[in-house]
Each structure stands twice: as C-alpha cells, then as structure tokens.
C-alpha cells in the first residue's frame, strides 16, 4: 500500500500509524479527533488539544468523509429486528 490522498487533509501511509487515516503532516488519527466531536468536546477544544495542528477546516473535512462513508455503507451497520 502506497501513501493516499483522501482530502486536502487527511492522508494515510502504510509507514504512519499503521496506514490509519491521519491529518496531513501529523500522527494525529483521525478516530480520535472523530471521537472527541462525538462526545460533544467543543471544536476550539478539540484544536487546542492538539496544538493547532488540527485545524477547524481539516475537522469539517473529517466529519464530510465520515458521514459520506456512513451513507455508503449504512446497510453493513443495520441491525435485524427481534421479535418481541
């Protein structure tokens, strides 16, 4: 596996972090800036926390990917109905 372009600021490299989907220029996974804008941390928070080197812009693309691949791939994650 080669070195990816997914957006302007997420990359992935077999070489970093295991080839996990990272913010350009960092060891920052994604997964875990994705986490913390689920559990509702303030984005200014979110920058912060990793000194700038996550930008509001490169959140705002992690989140259209992740929603464009959920849609995507909904129906691998649709539980079955029990009856009751």
């Keep these: 596996m080669n070195p990816k372009i997914i957006g302007r600021y997420i990359v992935t490299d077999p070489e970093i972090c295991h080839g996990k989907?990272?913010?350009r220029g960092t060891r920052i996974m994604v997964w875990q800036v994705l986490e913390q804008v689920a559990?509702?941390?303030?984005?200014?928070?979110?920058?912060?926390?990793?000194?700038?080197r996550v930008t509001r812009?490169?959140?705002?693309?992690?989140?259209?990917l992740a929603s464009q691949a959920f849609v995507e791939h909904a129906d691998e994650y649709t539980l079955e109905l029990q009856p009751a």
């Design 21 to 23: 989907p990272t913010f």
């Design 39 to 52: 559990t509702g941390m303030a984005w200014e928070t979110i920058i912060e926390e990793w000194r700038g």
């Design 57 to 64: 812009e490169a959140i705002t693309e992690a989140i259209q």
